[in-house]
């Protein structure tokens, strides 16, 4: 038989609710540059597999639940964006096709394809590294979002830029 547990007793849950208090930085949460530092990490392992250097990190409630980087050579499919693959994994994780609890960090700026699927998933707030003048959605316009999603750009945005040049460069 399973048994619920019940919560500690105050006087016994305040010694570890002082403890945890004062030591601020397990109680908070990771900031916009930490999480695109996970993205940035999925970039470069992307890049590692001979693959366009784009990383992405879903989060919910503080925790990253879902990342992926760029598949597109690996699985010889052109919708395998480092986006697609993470909110594709994000619902699953949570059992819904709505991520409105949810952010999105990515080290460069989503297409078209990936900015509707983030429109239909309803996500909550993008934070992008590096805009893309050349392929990115906002060259049609931030109309293809979700009215309600909020969008920002800059997070990064060197590194990011960084290692995008470095792959290129690289292959010219």
Not at 16 to 36: C, S, T
Not at 75 to 103: F, K, P, Y
Not at 148 to 158: F, L
Request: charged share 25%.
């Amino acid at each position: 038989m399973v048994r619920a547990s019940r919560p500690l007793p105050v006087r016994v849950a305040a010694p570890y609710i002082r403890r945890m208090a004062e030591a601020p930085n397990l109680l908070q949460p990771l900031d916009d540059a930490a999480f695109m530092r996970m993205a940035l990490a999925e970039a470069e392992a992307a890049a590692a597999r001979d693959e366009v250097p784009v990383g992405a990190v879903v989060a919910c409630d503080g925790k990253a639940i879902a990342r992926a980087g760029n598949r597109v050579e690996q699985l010889n499919d052109a919708s395998a964006h480092a986006e697609m693959l993470a909110l594709t994994a994000a619902q699953e994780h949570l059992g819904s096709r709505v991520l409105s609890a949810c952010i999105l960090y990515v080290t460069l700026e989503p297409c078209v394809m990936c900015a509707g699927a983030l429109a239909w998933m309803r996500i909550g707030r993008i934070v992008v590294g590096a805009e893309d003048p050349k392929s990115g959605f906002t060259r049609f316009g931030r109309g293809l979002l979700h009215p309600k999603t909020r969008y920002e750009t800059g997070v990064e945005a060197e590194a990011s830029t960084a290692l995008l040049q470095a792959f290129f460069r690289a292959r010219r």
